[in-house]
């Protein structure tokens, strides 16, 4: 079982950027495709990023296309988001999901780990 521990969230100005981590312990993750979601009071769970168990295949919401990068570190069992031009509508709280599996999923019903989560609040 894979347990998720996000990292890196905080205040930050209009323009700024944050690093996001989402560091995974018990069975290691590497063979599992990870996704980002976000969840801003009064509204559903978003997709924001994914990524393939090797990397190669990436993928964006296209409200952050441009300005976030999702990378994996498969030795540290860690995943990435970087984000940059942050916005005040990118606040929300950030999650990291897994599923074990070769395909990438984009759904937040198709994951089946989660992480607890990790603020971040963008001001104008």
């Known amino acids: 079982q894979v347990q998720l521990v996000e990292s890196g969230g905080g205040l930050v100005q209009a323009g700024g950027s944050l690093r996001l981590s989402c560091a995974a312990s018990?069975?290691?993750?590497?063979?599992?495709?990870m996704g980002w979601f976000r969840h801003a009071p009064g509204k559903e769970r978003e997709f924001v990023s994914a990524i393939s168990w090797n990397g190669d295949r990436l993928y964006y919401a296209d409200s952050v296309k441009g300005r976030f990068t999702i990378s994996r570190d498969n030795a540290k069992n860690t995943v990435y988001l970087q984000m940059n031009s942050l916005k005040p509508e990118d606040t929300a709280v950030y999650h990291c999901?897994?599923?074990?599996?070769?395909?990438?999923?984009?759904?937040?019903?198709?994951?089946?780990?989660w992480g607890q989560g990790t603020q971040v609040t963008v001001s104008s």
């Open positions: 018990g069975r290691t993750c590497s063979s599992s495709a």
């Open positions: 999901a897994a599923r074990a599996s070769t395909i990438v999923y984009l759904r937040p019903a198709d994951y089946d780990r």
